[in-house]
């Protein structure tokens, strides 16, 4: 994943934040907005894990969205990981992340 296509600023976050367009699982929530291209902003709460695991889990994320192709996304996404999302095994993950990004591109909410 490019370095363009991430959301790094504390502003950039709220803005998609405060959109309050989302699509909740029982493990990720997925804040969106649309946009001209596709940016996504990954947050792992500090209460988790270090930030060895942290950075791990956002690694994982990376690494399954360039399975995907997110290039045709055209959203603004913060992605925040709730406990549940930890302790799923990486087959189930990459599962979770490409459901919840099916239910983004037909515009279905909750």
Known sequence: ???ENRLK????FQDVINNKKQ??????ILYYKSFNIFQIGISV???FSNAVKRNYYR???????NKINYKEIK???VLILRKGFLNLSFQEKENE??????????GEKN
């Open 1 to 3: 994943m490019k370095k």
């Open 9 to 12: 600023k504390n502003w950039e």
């Open 23 to 28: 699509i909740v699982t029982k493990s990720l």
């Open 45 to 47: 709460p500090k209460k």
């Open 59 to 65: 690694r994982q994320i990376k690494s399954i969205l």
């Open 75 to 77: 959203f603004q996404i």
């Open 97 to 106: 992340i490409i459901k919840i990004f099916r239910r983004l591109g037909s």
